[in-house]
């Protein structure tokens, strides 16, 4: 079974036994929002990207249960790291290993193996979770991510305020997604159709019939959803073509490389304006100008 030790730059040269990964080097490459050895601030999707891949697919090639030739030992070479990376790289490694440590030699010292999981019902409160958690006027999105991984699967605990939407109406043409309703009472758009919603409710919405969903919180108490989004590429949005459909606004964001011969050079925008005001409401006209509507959940746009 490979051990994984944490290798902080202050200490002593890498010993020259088993394998290193260097997230040392790593760091700037793939989070240079970041300072050496600490994640970025309300960016929580950072940590399942670059990075987060890079790390993942590294274990991958050294460590693994079922690897008769992995290395006994497997040095995680990094900055000094802040409370918050540590876990999120421990949670990350021990997927991969049995056996992780902070200190050497292993035989005396603490195995900080965590486990792949994490209860919906007492979600943590420590540093990485402040890391992986967005606050919005709207409510509050807690990603789980690394708890469940760098896979297909994008995963988030979302609290809705009152009065609020979960999301814009929308729809995906390469994205399964799912919710499981926690907490509260709202109600659910799913194309032309509104249907209550209360804990225990599951809502499906499988890529291909194209429909167009989001939850309200319009019956007086914030609404807590479990949101997972299922990609069919493992790079989720590095790399997977999707388009979203926005039937409220009369928008469509295109997702992969390589979409420009797919419309009219006319109707293509940036998307900054879009998600400056995700949670309001107007039309979008042909030429990029807005007219300001209310929907559901969403007050009508007063921003130029």
Known sequence: MTRVIFWEH????????????RCDLAWPLFLPEAAPGALPEQQPRAL?????RWFWESMGQVAGRLRADA???VWLVTPP???????YLTRLASYWTDEVFYEYPPDTAENRFMAPMVNLGALP????????????PEGEERHLVPMAGIGRVFAKVQDVAVGQASARLHSHTAQDEYYLILKGTGT??????????????????PTGPDLATHILADRGETV????????ADARQGLASYDIMSYRDHGEVVLTGPGWEDMVPDAAIHRTEDLFSHYFTGYVRNADGSHRPQEFPGHPSRTEP
């Not at 409160?125 to 919005?136: A, D, I």
């Open 10 to 21: 202050a200490r002593e040269p890498v010993p020259a036994s088993g394998a290193s990964i």
């Open 48 to 52: 399942a990207g670059l990075f987060g």
């Open 71 to 73: 290395p006994e030992l």
């Open 81 to 87: 790291l802040t409370p918050a990376s540590r876990e």
């Open 125 to 136: 409160t420590g540093p990485l979770w402040s890391s992986t958690t967005e606050t919005f």
């Open 188 to 205: 659910l758009r799913m194309g032309r159709h509104s249907e209550p919603v209360s804990p225990g409710t599951f809502i499906a919405k």
């Open 224 to 231: 807590t959803i479990l949101d997972l989004e299922v990609y």
